[in-house]
């Protein structure tokens, strides 16, 4: 993180990457077919196949992709806990979760597509909807590059929350540490995958976060709660990893079930990587979804 | 070394906190935070091996610090006799007065008032100056140490207090001892070169009994500043007493022949109400009765018809708690015969005469004899002895003379103005010449007015019950002219103002101006007459009728045995095997109770001496009595080995504690230098 400027870190991290396709979860008027659907009375006559029901005299609507750019909006983590690190194992977890928005923010920018962005902590604090303007990269990544001011995480509400405040479907990346209790997660992230959001995890961890390599006894102050916690990380150390690996575990068995890619990095990874990774996921997930439908079309 | 609050030392025990503390690890000083703390148990701080050598020495520093901090509140002391010490000492000036009456020689009460007096040496220090002082009726210095050494000291006290193996046979006047004591005080003024005392403390060892503690002598006392008073009653115990006492022994006017009688009385806690009375006689026969005596009551006693006559030497009662003083020794009354003579012409059985009144007058009673001899004023014979001379009629120039001689040796004569013609004889008489005595003959009668009532001669009539003289008429009297200026003294006027009874200091001559008869006066006739005539004889009286009867401690005049012409080379022989004679002078002071004799040339006498009554008195005196006496009363004292132990330890303990007390700074300020020294060469945590 040698760049201080978010807008240049971005920038950066997403030259060399080619401008790809997206397809718009959201079916439309466009030329794209998607599949049929039976006619049903109120719908608009225009959408008949007459071919179709000349053939078979059966009423089909005939339904077509939505060739309206991505709409991707940001659920980034503001809380304290983002703000460990820092040091020479790795870079602060906020600032590797703000690069990594802001340099998909760019990149989706530069395929046209509309991006948005909301910040929490134990609440929704920033809600920008995501369009494609000329401003909003601008407008973004000053967001982005605010202070914290959070204590506490709550992403569970804030999940809620914010899904009361987005609209039509589209791609939430959400980027946070998860260190959370997980018992509501799953449910308040069932709110999105039920709504046809496309839903992309991305679990920033620094790597003391992983290993706990620590020497020496300390004093060890939860960043969000200021409790103390005096111990010697010898002999904390395998239990804590035991913990972490736990969570971990649980946390990608709930994104697999919700359906959700999960990406879990560190800070000590080039960003680069990670977002060539994240990237490279995004086709396969869409073969998925269009071969589901393609093959209720069929039936 | 001993420790004054031993019970602090447990606080020794903290020395475990240090270790413990140290045996963990100190808490980390470096913070780290941390994301989240919720994979993260606390764990139990390890031990930094790196540290330890420091740590060692700290631990050692802090423990030391802890461990005199207990020594220095335990206070503790070493128990040293040093001389050296004493200047350092606050001095104090302890006065035990030790009862020795009589009324200590109850069961064990003398071997605990000792133990009490051996109590109290041991709060004596080194430089203390040290009274012991026996007191019964009056009061004796056993010992005096004007400054206490210590063991050698306490070793001449109780060789001393073992000299005195047994308490007296006298009162216990403790009002006088303490008044006593007090004074003593206040007069020893300390020398220049000596430290004053900070204490003065008076330790009273008594049965503290109620009878002839003359406690009212402290009352109004003041007493020195900086004394106070312990009382140690001994006697707390008390099951009460019985004593007996002869009533009204060798009273001129119990009539000869009476029975003595005995006041037995019981205390208020007497153990029982029926006493045995008993006489024991010089033949060895005893006799008894049983008497009643409810506790708290006393009761007269008549001796007995068929013992009165019996050579009684000794009466006891029996029955009650302490026979200490349930002996009465008892001398009979030896009659004294008294010797009236009356120089006139009258007859002895004429009522209109004086004579007959005056010998009427004398009856004789259980211990005077009287014997009125009349001698006619014309007598040429020689003036018989006498021990009054009533003179009721003119004498003739001898027995004038004679009479005039014996008034100037001292015999007391009554002269009664009957006529004109004892002018003469007054005139020679008062040594004044040209006196006239002129009849007065009332129309009605003459009052008295009496003008000298203080007179011992008419003190009988001071009371107002009986100094009413309205009802006393004078019919004739006599009126005295050109009496001398000097040397008389007028006792009463007439209502005329003429001198009616005169006192002349030459001699003891009494003048009468009216006669006693029915002729002249009521005076024979009245109240005032019997009293009168006994109050002129007082002088001789009170020579005769010396009891027989004495208590422990008082003053026997033998010069008044053998009805008052003792003589010289008297001796007397206490009771016992008679080989111990005392050779005295004119006082004796018996010690012990018994039947004393006491001999002189041709005569010898028996008296008795008993313990003072009030010592049968034996119930205690309230403790707030004294407190209401003014007694400067100290607090309730302390244990006395506690007192020892802070009084030998003082200076010793001080010194300890405040030796421990720097110790403990020096070990905090080293741990402190020790402790920062070592934060700061403490390597930094890095994370």
Known sequence: MEIRSLSLRARAVVEGFMSGLHRSPRTGFSTEFTEYRQYSPGDDVRFLDWKVMARTDREFIKKFEDETNLRCTFLVDFSRSMEFGGDEAGVKKSDYARTFAASLAWFLTQQRDAIGLATFDRDVREFIPPRYRQDQLKTILGRLETQPAGNATDLCQSLEKFAALVGKRGMIVLVSDFLSPLDELERCLSLFTAAGHDVRAVQVLHPREVDFNYEAAAIFEDMESGQNLILDPGMAREAYRQKMTAHNDALDAMFSAQGIPGFRVTTAEPLERVLRRFLEERPARAVV??????????A | MSFLTPLYLLGALGLAIPIILHLLHDRPKNKQPFGSLMFLDKTSPPVDRKRRPTHLLLLLLRCLALLLLAFVFARPFVAVDNPADAARRDRQWVTVLLDRSASMQRGDLWARAKAKVQSALGRLGPGDQFSLIAFDDATASLAEVKSWVGSASEAEVNDRLERLAKPGF??????????????????TQSEADEQPFAKREIIVVSDLQKGGSHLDEVQGYEWPAGVTVTLEQIAEDDQGNAGIEQVASGAPWITAGAAPSFRISNSPSGIGDELEFLAHTTAGETFSQKVHVPPGRSRVVELPGDWVGKPVERLAIRGDAAAFDNQFHFAPVRRQTVRIVYVGDDKPNDAEGSLFYLANAFQPSSSLDFQVEAVSGRSSGPLPEADLFVIGDAVDDSLAQALGQAIEGGVTALMVVRSPSQAANLGQWLGADGVVIRDVTSSDFALLDVKLPDDPLLAVFRDARYSDFTNLHFWNYRELQ????????????????????????????LLMASGWTPADSQLALSTKFIPLLYSILRPVLDEKTQSRQFVVGSKVDVSQFNNGQAGGGVTVLPPGDGSTVIPVDTIFTPAAPGLYTANGSGWSETFAVN???AESRTEPVRMDQFKKLGLPMSAPAAAPAVIEAAKKTETHRLEYWQWALAAVLLFVTLETVLAAKGSRSAEPVTT
Not at chain 2, 170 to 187: D, Y
């Open chain 1, 289 to 298: 979804r269009q071969r589901r439908s393609n093959g209720r079309a069929a």
């Open chain 2, 170 to 187: 006298g009162g216990s006047n403790l009002g006088q001892a303490l008044v006593s004591v007090g004074e003593a005080i206040q007069e």
């Open chain 2, 482 to 509: 050109n009496l001398p200026d000097d040397g008389i003294d007028v006792l009463a006027r007439f209502d005329s103002g003429a001198p009616a009874w005169l006192a002349a200091r030459r001699g003891r001559l």
């Open chain 2, 611 to 613: 313990l003072p009554p």
